[in-house]
């Protein structure tokens, strides 16, 4: 379990790919546990549990969906195992890492956790495209592109599926 999790870590750090993940179902499955419990704690912060589960749902398929979609489009689908993998195990760690930050907002404003989220956004902005473009073998600013699109895509959905999420000031 080491192993991966130091792989994980470099491929946030932008030092493996996702080639360098396995190809297995096994670890995917795990990883979407994973990734849905991290988002749980993350969601339930703000929301009632049957609004959070239904939200884990949706990103799920969203992740999942918007993956497939991708390496159809790029006729890339045999690296889809790899590519879902390492979306999902990178952005469970990147909302780990936010879950303090997180929790600080919930009880008291705070322009550090602001920040900090802000930050960890930018980063799992970046570790998506080093990603989208491995797995496209694309330049990196193309993989980045990728990521935006897909990221906008999601929150745009999101938004529109649970509008309460939207924090207006």
Same mark, same amino acid.
């Given at each position: 379990?080491?192993?991966?999790?130091?792989?994980?870590?470099?491929?946030?750090?932008?030092?493996?790919?996702?080639?360098?993940?396995?190809?297995? $179902?096994?670890?995917?499955?795990? +990883?979407? %546990?994973?990734? /849905?419990? #991290? *988002? =749980? @704690?993350? &969601?339930?912060?703000?929301?009632?549990?049957?609004?959070?589960?239904?939200?884990?749902?949706?990103?799920?398929?969203?992740?999942?969906?918007?993956?497939?979609?991708?390496?159809?489009?790029?006729?890339?689908?045999?690296?889809? $195992?790899?590519?879902?993998?390492? +979306?999902? %195990?990178?952005? /469970?760690? #990147? *909302? =780990? @890492?936010? &879950?303090?930050?997180?929790?600080?907002?919930?009880?008291?404003?705070?322009?550090?956790?602001?920040?900090?989220?802000?930050?960890?956004?930018?980063?799992?902005?970046?570790?998506?495209?080093?990603?989208?473009?491995?797995?496209?073998?694309?330049?990196?600013?193309?993989?980045?592109?990728?990521?935006?699109?897909?990221?906008?895509?999601?929150?745009?959905?999101?938004?529109?599926?649970?509008?309460?999420?939207?924090?207006?000031?």
């Amino acid at each position: 379990m080491y192993e991966f999790l130091k792989l994980f870590f470099d491929i946030c750090l932008l030092k493996k790919g996702p080639q360098d993940i396995p190809v297995s $179902q096994w670890l995917l499955r795990l +990883l979407i %546990a994973i990734y /849905a419990g #991290i *988002s =749980f @704690f993350i &969601l339930v912060l703000n929301s009632d549990v049957f609004n959070t589960i239904l939200q884990v749902i949706v990103e799920l398929a969203l992740i999942l969906s918007s993956t497939a979609i991708i390496l159809y489009i790029a006729n890339k689908r045999s690296r889809y $195992q790899q590519t879902a993998s390492a +979306l999902m %195990a990178t952005d /469970a760690l #990147i *909302s =780990f @890492f936010a &879950l303090p930050a997180m929790a600080t907002l919930v009880v008291q404003s705070s322009d550090l956790a602001v920040i900090t989220i802000f930050c960890l956004m930018l980063w799992h902005w970046v570790v998506s495209g080093h990603i989208f473009s491995q797995t496209l073998e694309q330049p990196f600013a193309f993989g980045l592109g990728v990521a935006f699109l897909y990221i906008l895509v999601s929150y745009q959905v999101m938004a529109l599926l649970f509008p309460e999420i939207i924090v207006a000031e």
